[in-house]
């Protein structure tokens, strides 16, 4: 047997004659893997010694079916960690901005949020197991954590693109919405993999240095760091895209959008309400990255999934005109058409005049029909069918079509109709007549005024009693009367829990045509609190009948949200709230926490979550929730987000999840062992295909329900920078602290001895060694692939004009092309590790 494993003081290893040592290191190179009669995992197998000698198709077929109902335990808890991330990052509070208003803002950037907590929920699974490797193998690189690392990478840049830009619907597109925040996580995930090259291969060829490790852990806060600064607009002028969502939009750049519009409809007397209404459809606020992975994941194993299918926004003023077609008319040729394929008008302008004109060819007289159509909008009542036949003269370039709109004083959504041109006639028979812009979409904008809703209070200040208090709640309608609106109202948490502080209240507020205001009640629960003041928020949401919110006050354009402030009575006592405060506990919290505890459970048993969804479930839906009922039963032990704002649930996860992927190690090795292949070869195919794959659910979803691709592609680069930064920048210093300042062991020798970097190490001093070799090479094909695919969505973008979907024959070649990429990947790393 081997010296005891550490010696200390110089040379500590030699602790013997030079020839025994090297002849005991030698015998000791070595070792049973982990399927071979001695070899051992730090769980598995379970069997010892008996499993070893099973057959080895027996053991193929257990150990990857283990594996496979080890990923769908390990997505179960990341959904529940993920769902503690969504808690965290989704908190608000109330400041105060610019102008002394108080407002209501959300605590996380959501760019800091996905590169931060988002992406280490969706890769927890990779980073521990990297980080449970180095433990394992005693302080020294492994094989599995590195290999899955880059073997994800490849998956989600290559696969999951692929899948997503074929699974758009035919004919429609979702392109990068913030592309400064993509471009600079872009660059860094190939250069994340660029700089492994350089510390393993020109550096330190085979060793990790401390610094090295330090640098590499700290490009993780830089990213995090340029990527906020990209969001909030810092790089602007370097192209940044400017956010459209309303309540974000500053007056500068809302200017700006009104500028365009009225540029593009060629309409000065536009005003700030018709304009907002012709771009409301593109304001909508995405879903979290949190919310698609855990729908995702629910579907796969028989539960309630989060995100139900939506319908498509509704329809959009297209603002483009089409300039330029006369360049491609060949002479002798006439073309006729609108100037523009969409008008907007207010529904007072009483006749629209649609201008219509003759380019190129001139010296003839040439004609062409035209008609109205309805859209939305229908004749006689939204306006007055028209048609007939204009005749242009020779020299003669512009006519025009006149339409009533028809104008009422009830209020309607805006609604839109269409005129068509046809049948283009040459009246001399001298040149042949074309139709260029044929359609033209006429938006009516209705300005009868349903004005706006507000709170008369937006904080409102309620001292406790020893009784229940009824709360009056009144709500105004400004800035016009007409018609008969609405909106619907409920009660949000903050420090104030319903059923403890208050009753949780929804429903809907209507107003009659010419009310100006309208209440409902809440009421405030009595206490006796000792506690500090706690607060809670009433929601204004969902207008109807053409009412709108006001975008100076709190909520922005898509809320009202008015502040309530329950204050302790003059019985509470000092000296028991500064208790409570010191604490940091919200007990009332805690019983809540408890019931939905219960829940948990109860959604764990029911298939889809509940008896009511259960009675409708299909077989695919009950197979899966048999499958995987042990782990539902076994992480509703985990607490509910109630306690603390998600940080219980979220520390008790992560731990579930670092001991279901201390299991996933030892099981992969075991499939690899059983296979004849090695960690490397699993850890790219296997492991990395099972870690991932709720991220390809999730990214499919976001790709067709989101009207961006930011949700489904545009988070894959940050999130494989974020692997190497902290999945191999944690590890790799952890491992070369614990080496660099400590001493050479003979475990050390024997792992290392036979290689290369051996040699070139002082004989009293331990390195962290990684070995570039295949992993070295893996990481180069890696890269060059990551390269062409990235400036394939480049080109993408400016061909297509969007990196997903487009016409069925380029999006599925463009899917094949990078799932061709990737079984280059993986075939050329298979190859080198099996010469390896």
């Known amino acids: 047997s081997l010296l005891p494993a550490r010696v200390s003081g110089p040379g500590a290893a030699i602790a013997m004659s030079q020839e025994e040592r090297t002849e005991r290191l030698e015998n000791a190179l070595i070792e049973p893997r982990i399927c071979e009669p001695g070899g051992k995992g730090l769980f598995l197998p379970l069997g010892g010694e008996w499993e070893s000698d099973w057959h080895d198709g027996l053991k193929v077929a257990a150990y990857f079916l283990g594996l496979m109902w080890l990923f769908l335990g390990v997505a179960i808890i990341c959904d529940v960690f993920m769902g503690a991330i969504e808690r965290i990052t989704s908190q608000k509070r109330l400041i105060k901005n610019k102008t002394g208003k108080m407002v209501t803002v959300t605590v996380w950037n959501a760019t800091v949020a996905n590169l931060t907590l988002m992406a280490l929920g969706s890769s927890a699974p990779e980073i521990l197991l990297s980080v449970i490797e180095l433990l394992k193998e005693e302080f020294h690189s492994g094989a599995l954590g590195p290999s899955t690392i880059v073997g994800s990478a490849a998956f989600n840049l290559l696969f999951i693109t692929a899948v997503c830009i074929s699974a758009i619907p035919a004919g429609e597109t979702r392109k990068i919405k913030d592309t400064s925040v993509f471009a600079i996580t872009a660059s860094f995930s190939i250069f994340a993999y660029v700089w492994?090259?350089?510390?393993?291969?020109?550096?330190?060829?085979?060793?990790?240095?401390?610094?090295?490790?330090?640098?590499?852990?700290a490009f993780f806060p830089v990213l995090v760091f340029i990527a906020y600064l990209a969001d909030i607009g810092t790089f602007s002028k370097l192209g940044a895209t400017v956010k459209k969502d309303l309540a974000s939009l500053t007056s500068a750049e809302l200017a700006y959008m009104e500028f365009k519009i009225r540029q593009q409809f060629h309409h000065e007397d536009v005003d700030e309400e018709s304009v907002l209404a012709l771009i409301k459809a593109e304001c909508r606020p995405p879903q979290s990255r949190a919310a698609y992975r855990v729908s995702a994941t629910r579907m796969m194993v028989g539960g309630l999934p989060?995100?139900?299918?939506?319908?498509?926004?509704?329809?959009?003023?297209?603002?483009?005109?089409?300039?330029?077609?006369?360049?491609?008319?060949?002479?002798?040729?006439?073309?006729?058409?609108?100037?523009?394929?969409?008008?907007?008008?207010?529904?007072?302008?009483?006749?629209?005049?649609?201008?219509?004109?003759?380019?190129?060819?001139?010296?003839?007289?040439?004609?062409?029909?035209?008609?109205?159509?309805?859209?939305?909008?229908?004749?006689?009542?939204?306006?007055?069918?028209?048609?007939?036949?204009?005749?242009?003269?020779?020299?003669?370039?512009?006519?025009?079509?006149?339409?009533?709109?028809?104008?009422?004083?009830?209020?309607?959504?805006?609604?839109?109709?269409?005129?068509?041109?046809?049948?283009?006639?040459?009246?001399?028979?001298?040149?042949?007549?074309?139709?260029?812009?044929?359609?033209?979409?006429?938006?009516?904008?209705?300005?009868?005024?349903?004005?706006?809703?507000?709170?008369?209070?937006?904080?409102?200040?309620?001292?406790?009693?020893?009784?229940?208090?009824?709360?009056?709640?009144?709500?105004?309608?400004?800035?016009?009367?007409?018609?008969?609106?609405?909106?619907?109202?409920?009660?949000?948490?903050?420090?104030?829990?319903?059923?403890?502080?208050?009753?949780?209240?929804?429903g809907e507020l209507v107003f009659e045509n010419g009310q100006m205001s309208s209440s409902f009640q809440v009421t405030i629960k009595a206490r006796g609190r000792f506690e500090s003041k706690e607060m809670f928020r009433l929601v204004l949401s969902e207008p109807f009948g053409g009412a709108t919110f006001d975008k100076h006050t709190d909520g922005g354009e898509n809320l009202a949200i008015s502040t309530v402030i329950i204050e302790p009575g003059e019985s509470s006592k000092a000296r028991v709230d500064r208790l409570m405060n010191a604490l940091h506990v919200n007990w009332d919290r805690q019983a809540v926490g408890h019931t939905k505890w219960v829940e948990q459970f109860r959604s764990a048993i029911f298939v889809q979550g509940s008896l009511e969804d259960q009675r409708q479930a299909p077989l695919s839906s009950w197979a899966m929730h048999i499958i995987t009922l042990p782990w539902k039963l076994l992480f509703a032990l985990v607490p509910p987000t109630d306690f603390l704002n998600g940080w219980v649930c979220f520390m008790c996860a992560l731990a579930m999840i670092g001991l279901v992927t201390a299991v996933i190690g030892?099981?992969?090795?075991?499939?690899?062992?059983?296979?004849?292949?090695?960690?490397?070869?699993t850890a790219i195919t296997f492991v990395a295909l099972g870690t991932s794959l709720p991220d390809t659910f999730a990214s499919k979803c976001a790709a067709v329900q989101d009207e961006y691709a930011d949700a489904s592609i545009g988070n894959v680069t940050g999130s494989n920078s974020v692997n190497v930064f902290l999945g191999l920048g944690l590890p790799w210093t952890i491992g070369a602290f614990y080496w660099t300042l400590g001493t050479r062991t003979l475990d050390w020798e024997k792992r290392h001895f036979a290689k290369d970097v051996f040699s070139s190490i002082a004989p009293d001093r331990a390195s962290f060694i990684v070995e570039a070799g295949s992993l070295g090479l893996t990481v180069l094909i890696f890269s060059g692939c990551a390269v062409v695919a990235i400036g394939t969505l480049v080109l993408r973008r400016m061909t297509v004009g969007a990196e997903l979907g487009g016409p069925n024959p380029s999006k599925f070649a463009s899917s094949a092309f990078f799932i061709m990429l990737w079984f280059v990947y993986v075939g050329s790393s298979i190859i080198i590790y099996q010469a390896e």
Not at 196 to 217: C, H, K, N, Q, S
Not at 492 to 497: C, R
Request: net charge negative; hydrophobic share 40%.
């Open 196 to 217: 492994l090259l350089i510390i393993l291969i020109a550096i330190t060829p085979d060793v990790v240095d401390m610094w090295e490790g330090l640098v590499t852990f």
């Open 666 to 681: 030892d099981m992969a090795s075991l499939l690899g062992c059983s296979l004849k292949i090695s960690d490397e070869i």
């Open 306 to 506: 989060v995100i139900q299918h939506t319908a498509p926004l509704a329809i959009m003023a297209k603002l483009s005109s089409h300039k330029g077609k006369d360049a491609q008319v060949k002479k002798p040729q006439a073309m006729i058409e609108f100037m523009a394929d969409t008008y907007a008008v207010k529904e007072s302008v009483g006749t629209l005049r649609i201008p219509v004109q003759r380019e190129k060819h001139l010296d003839s007289a040439v004609s062409v029909g035209y008609k109205t159509r309805n859209g939305s909008a229908s004749s006689p009542g939204d306006y007055t069918h028209t048609e007939g036949t204009l005749v242009f003269k020779p020299g003669e370039t512009e006519m025009e079509i006149c339409i009533d709109i028809v104008d009422d004083v009830a209020y309607e959504e805006d609604e839109d109709f269409f005129v068509d041109l046809f049948d283009p006639v040459s009246l001399d028979n001298d040149c042949e007549v074309q139709i260029g812009v044929k359609s033209a979409m006429v938006i009516i904008v209705d300005d009868d005024g349903p004005g706006k809703l507000i709170f008369v209070k937006e904080i409102v200040n309620v001292q406790d009693e020893h009784y229940d208090v009824p709360l009056k709640v009144v709500v105004k309608r400004v800035h016009g009367s007409s018609g008969r609106v609405g909106c619907k109202y409920f009660t949000e948490e903050d420090s104030a829990v319903a059923g403890s502080d208050f009753e949780a209240t929804e």
